[in-house]
């Protein structure tokens, strides 16, 4: 927008809620463009991302921010935690993600993080695709609406994309005047070369489901346009020699059909042919260590 657009309006909006409640699947489907990883597992979502969403004179940019939670102390963890608190600095907006129905101590805790949190905070009560009865909403509704004030409450589901139009107005309701700090095409502040290592990860925790656990890293090695086709290399790093053999599979099955998986994700975001070849490597405790987080680039 023009500097001197009066309607024009531009600010942060955090989206936060316990693990699984659906945060990363809201951000995708509000941007129409896979961003962030999702899986039924908790905790798939380890960065910070933003995705970046102009609608005419709005533009919000939205931070999907990894799940809170309590566990042992592990680096990996606090990494996490630090930066699902980080998240709520600085934000215009914030989304609090709960799941139609379920109350758990896990979102009393995020409520409770949330009581510091000045700006506005709207309650999206997710999945409600999974309702046999919308009556069954009002009670719970009711019982949401009495922890905290709510400057609204939508119920929603991120996966059917039901009532997300009213979320993203109310969003853009919160917004603070501002121009744009974004190009109006532009969707996240993440790299290519990040975005493939994203999709690799959720390939590999989706693949696994509880057999491998979230000792998983992705370097992407070779990022490389040669004419019309994406070069893309990547070394999957994981922590025991059991957990390599589990993810190459009986004679490499279950690494090609990540890779497959993989590269056809990599085409839809990149709009370019892929190449895409995977390797795994055992990298000892590296989730221990901060040391080799920080040589991920997962230090912020
Ligand atoms: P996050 O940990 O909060 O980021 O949650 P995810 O976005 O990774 O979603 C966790 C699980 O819930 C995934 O299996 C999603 O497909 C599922 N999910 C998310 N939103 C919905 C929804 O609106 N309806 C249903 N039925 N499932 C959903
Ligand atoms: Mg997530
Ligand atoms: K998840």
Same mark, same amino acid.
Not at 114 to 120: A, D, G, K, M
């Given at each position: 927008?023009?500097?001197? /657009?009066?309607d &024009? $309006?531009?600010?942060?909006?955090? !989206?936060?809620?316990?693990?699984? +409640?659906? #945060? ?6 509000i ?23 102009t ?30 608190s ?7 907006v ?5 799941d139609?129905l ?6 009393e805790?995020?409520? /409770?993080?949330l &009581? $510091?949190?000045?700006?506005?905070? !709207?309650?999206?009560v997710?999945? +409600?695709? #999974? ?25 929603l ?17 919160f917004?603070?005047k ?5 190009p109006?095409?532009?969707i ?24 491998v ?11 490389k ?41 990599m ?10 070849r995977l ?15 920080r040589s ?5």
């Amino acid at each position: 927008t023009r500097p001197d /657009d009066p309607d &024009s $309006r531009c600010g942060f909006v955090a !989206i936060v809620g316990r693990p699984n +409640v659906g #945060k990363s699947t809201l951000l995708n489907h509000i941007l129409g463009q896979k961003l962030s990883i999702t899986s039924r597992k908790p905790q798939t979502t380890r960065h910070q991302v933003l995705g970046i969403k102009t609608d005419g004179p709005v533009q919000a940019i939205y931070v999907d921010t990894p799940g809170m939670h309590e566990e042992e102390p592990r680096a990996l963890n606090r990494y996490m935690n630090r930066a699902a608190s980080s998240a709520l600095v600085d934000v215009d907006v914030v989304v609090f993600v709960v799941d139609q129905l379920a109350w758990t101590p896990a979102d009393e805790l995020v409520l /409770d993080k949330l &009581s $510091r949190v000045r700006c506005p905070v !709207i309650l999206a009560v997710n999945k +409600v695709d #999974k309702l046999a009865n919308r009556e069954q909403l009002l009670p719970h509704i009711e019982m949401l609406s009495k922890k905290r004030e709510f400057a609204e409450i939508i119920p929603l589901s991120a996966l059917k994309e039901t009532n997300l139009a009213p979320l993203e107005a109310a969003v853009g309701r919160f917004l603070p005047k501002s121009v744009h700090f974004y190009p109006d095409d532009q969707i996240t502040d993440r790299s290519e070369r990040f975005l493939a290592s994203e999709i690799v990860r959720e390939k590999i925790t989706r693949q696994l489901g509880a057999e491998v656990p979230y000792s998983v890293a992705v370097e992407i090695e070779q990022f490389k346009h040669e004419g019309k086709t994406l070069h893309i290399a990547a070394l999957i790093l994981v922590e025991r020699e059991g957990q390599k053999k589990i993810i190459i599979g009986d004679k490499g099955a279950r690494l090609r059909r990540i890779g497959q998986e993989a590269r056809l994700d990599m085409e839809r975001l990149f709009g370019s042919k892929v190449m895409l070849r995977l390797w795994v490597k055992v990298k000892r405790g590296w989730a221990d260590s901060e040391r080799a987080l920080r040589s991920l680039g997962m230090d912020s």
